[in-house]
């Protein structure tokens, strides 16, 4: 059986530029907390308006709270996975481990880089809003100002967090949890770290060449 992917860096840091990757080349299924979470923001439900402040702010939403979301949209029979902003920290990467996985094999990615050059990077994302392709306004601009070159859509939007003081709370805070996250995987052997400041075809070899 192959190995699910579960990936871990700083806000920024493209994850979910390699993610998009997995799913286009590897038939891998990307599942994102933080996409599920804005989900159901947008869907008004019960459970977006308990965390819409929580995520404004740019604070972690509760571990029991998003290990059942995780649960309800995941059917590991199927799919191969890239689990990406979770595990936020050591709770949950045993909850990963004992809950969801529960002995199917997977691999964790560290995505290492420099977070002072984080701040820029997010305050210029831009998501498609219809497709969420990702954009940068510098560095990876769509073709068409506006306008997404995978879709077409028209929506390009920043996320409400993608503002600098909650940027910068939002790195703190993956600061100060992910050191444990990192030697609970280090410790089973299941870590591989890649320099997410190379080029982004560069990163997805390396990790292609560890599933
Ligand atoms: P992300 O899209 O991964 O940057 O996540 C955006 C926001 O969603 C975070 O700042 C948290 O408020 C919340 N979030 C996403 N994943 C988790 C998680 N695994 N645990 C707790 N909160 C999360």
Known sequence: MKSHLIFIGAPGSGK??????????????????GDLLRNEIAKKSALGLEV?????????????????????????????YIFDGYPRNIAQAQALDSEVLKGSPSISV?????????????????TCGNCGAIYNLISKKPKIEGTCDQCGGTN????????????????????????????????????VRVDAEQFPD????LISSKV
């Open 16 to 33: 979910g530029t390699q993610a998009g990757k997995f799913v286009a080349d590897k038939g891998f299924k990307h599942i994102s907390t």
């Open 52 to 80: 819409k402040k929580v995520m404004d702010e740019g604070k972690l939403v509760s571990d029991e709270l998003v290990i059942r979301l995780l649960q309800a949209n995941i059917d590991l029979q199927s799919s191969q």
């Open 110 to 126: 560290y995505f290492e880089i420099n977070t002072d050059k984080l701040v820029e990077r997010l305050t210029n994302r831009r």
């Open 156 to 191: 390009l939007v920043q996320r409400t967090d993608d503002k600098e003081d909650v940027i910068k709370n939002r790195l703190k805070v993956f600061q100060d949890t992910v050191s444990p996250v990192l030697k609970y995987y280090q410790d089973l052997g299941r870590l």
């Open 202 to 205: 560069v990163i997805f070899n």
